[in-house]
């Protein structure tokens, strides 16, 4: 398989993401799509070390939980560029999430234990950076485990790049997949913590007691205060009834029942409340990328459309892990309606439902 290499220098990697954000000279069109053009190979240029990390942390996840969800993506260029704006200081070249891949595992246990498994394994590659945000979970609400590796393998010219590996356990996978869902659908960017108070406050008080639920404390908490307020924003935001709304149909897709790591080019079109997937083979990365990045370009000024090339061994486990763009949060409605079944028993007068 023919690998895609980094084609420019770690500084023109950096000044094509800084002219990215910066207000452009529109006359200048040849050197805008230079920069786009940087900007993907450098993107492209992480398969190989993503491939390579995710066939370890694929043998460690699978020795907690069989079932384990083990995928791969690469950033979209529209979430590239919203980082460099929002986070101060942010430089293309240094970003450690440009390649990601996701572990979703049954429960919490089961995550630390993912964790320690690969953090302990034999593996060439360097632990860069862990957050736990288990222990210290982000302003919005979100928990998971984050690691950051450096390919240090046997193909030196990938050296150096980062992957950025995020392992969450079923309940706290959903907890996300719904933030991105509402982002979405609604414009926001709840996952950045920007967004509508009110949407804001719900997910960071169900964040509280979905993390209840994992530590068996639900019925315990059930009458606490930030339980009352969550029941209270469930019935205002009426959030049942919007996310069977937001619901894509995805029946056209059909059944999958093949095992190997193909890439899927999903493009969710909002406004038609649909998606569509494109397969190509593992061996075909250099076409997918190419793609991808016309794709992205096509739909760059267009917010009611949302493209990913990802990586998943089927359809099936593609929709598991990437719920998001299939609007897929029966997961997390199932959650939430067994946290309003807890305040009921509580307050029996209870009205909250969809």
Known sequence: ???????????????????????????????????????????????????????????????????????????????????????SGMKLDRMEDVAGCRIVVSTKADVYLTRDLIVGGRTRNILHRERDYIANPKDSG????????????AKKQYNNHKIELQIRSKIQHSWATAVEVVDAFTGQALKASQGHDAWLNFFKYTSVAFSDMENRKLAKDASSTERHELIKYISRLDVLSRLRAFAVSTRHLGKDTSNKNDFFLLTLEIDKSNIKVRRFPSDQLGYASREYAEQEAKFKDNDQKDVVLVAASSIHSLKKAYPNYFADTTEFAKYLEKIIEADKKIHPTSSVGG
């Open 142 to 153: 979100y928990r998971g485990i984050h690691l950051v590796y450096k390919y240090s393998g």
């Open 1 to 87: 398989m023919n690998w895609i290499e980094l084609a420019f220098s770690k500084k023109q990697v950096r000044r094509a993401g800084d002219y990215l954000i910066e207000k452009q000279d529109v006359s200048d069109v040849d050197k805008l799509f230079e920069s786009f053009d940087v900007l993907s190979n450098w993107r492209s240029s992480h398969a190989y070390p993503m491939h390579s990390m995710l066939m370890y942390f694929r043998n460690k996840a699978f020795l907690v939980d069989a079932k384990a969800l083990v995928v791969q993506r690469l950033k979209r260029t529209p979430s590239i560029l919203a980082k460099l704006r929002r986070e």
